[in-house]
């Protein structure tokens, strides 16, 4: 099976920056999309960002300007530099790829911004 994990995760002060990875592995012949999602306790998961193959990008109003998402696509995976971090980030970080139109998800990896 196709296994997705993040890293990167951790605790950071606001205003500091972060950056998580998510590394597919087994058997994968492409990944049409990649992206990223999060959720916090008591609320629904949210969509952050998307990288589609061909490289182009979308964000969410919230993250937009501060965040980044990237790909490497001879690893298979992607990043979100996350930037300018603010306390309403904090959340549980999820990542997400469709492999021949298959949605795989990640682990999630915890982010924490506060003082």
């Known amino acids: 099976q196709v296994q997705l994990v993040e890293s990167g995760g951790g605790l950071v002060q606001p205003g500091g920056s972060l950056r998580l990875s998510c590394a597919a592995s087994?058997?994968?012949?492409?990944?049409?999309?990649m992206d990223w999602y999060r959720q916090a306790p008591g609320k629904q998961r949210e969509w952050v960002a998307t990288?589609?193959?061909?490289?182009?990008?979308n964000y969410a109003d919230s993250v937009k300007g501060r965040f980044t998402i990237s790909r490497e696509n001879a690893k298979n995976t992607m990043y979100l530099q996350m930037n300018s971090l603010k306390p309403e980030d904090t959340a549980v970080y999820y990542c997400?790829?469709?492999?021949?139109?298959?949605?795989?998800w990640g682990q999630g990896t915890q982010v924490t911004v506060s003082s």
């Open positions: 990288i589609a193959s061909g490289g182009s990008t």
């Open positions: 087994g058997i994968i012949f492409s990944i049409n999309i």
């Open positions: 997400r790829m469709v492999i021949r139109n298959l949605i795989h």
